[in-house]
């Protein structure tokens, strides 16, 4: 059964569509998903936009290690959905992706259609390595990522409990902070 999209799944949709340029991305219908594990054993479906990061620091996130891993650069679609859908009983849904406007936007589109949380880059996260310093994982937004800003909370309207006030403050600032880089931070030591 293909899902109806409400009416903010809708507006999602149209704005990855209409700002479509390398950060907001719309993959054809017919290309796919990743798929990495067994549904029929897992007991975490985890969704990401990162997979080669989220699958050499899956550790990190604490998740029982039975998991089903669906990854797709960008929007997903409504076929991505059959994965996160009907969970065994006790099982959790996950989405692991950046600090940034797409991967809050990815986030909400699910969340639209399938019981998910949040366990990508945030202050929790980042709060795991107190000893280094998480300004210089900072990367400047692009300007259309810039542009979702006033639409966001619209969109997300919890994007800043998700987050937390250090991650909005730099988002706020014209700054995201990518899985990669977070990844990275929680390796490090502190900085001389």
Not at 18 to 23: I, L, M, Q, S, W
Not at 40 to 61: D, E, G, H, M, Q
Request: proline residues 8%.
């Amino acid at each position: 059964m293909t899902p109806v999209p409400s009416n903010r799944a809708r507006e999602i949709e149209a704005w990855f569509r209409d700002h479509e340029n390398g950060e907001f991305v719309v993959a054809p219908s017919v290309q796919p998903s990743k798929l990495v594990g067994d549904r029929s054993t897992s007991r975490t479906v985890i969704y990401t936009t990162k997979l080669p990061c989220l699958l050499a620091n899956l550790s990190a996130f604490d998740v029982e290690h039975r998991v089903l891993i669906v990854a797709r650069a960008g929007l997903p679609i409504p076929t991505d959905l059959i994965h996160l859908n009907d969970l065994p009983v006790g099982a959790n849904c996950w989405f692991v992706g950046d600090a940034d406007p797409p991967c809050i936007l990815t986030f909400a589109w699910l969340r639209e259609h399938v019981a998910i949380g949040w366990l990508g880059v945030n202050d929790e996260l980042l709060n795991r390595n107190p000893t280094s310093d998480c300004g210089r994982l900072r990367i400047p937004m692009s300007d259309a990522e810039k542009l979702t800003m006033p639409v966001l909370a619209n969109l997300c309207p919890d994007f800043r409990d998700l987050l937390g006030p250090h991650c909005c403050q730099m988002l706020d600032g014209g700054f995201k902070i990518e899985l990669e880089g977070a990844m990275m931070h929680l390796r490090s030591g502190p900085v001389a």
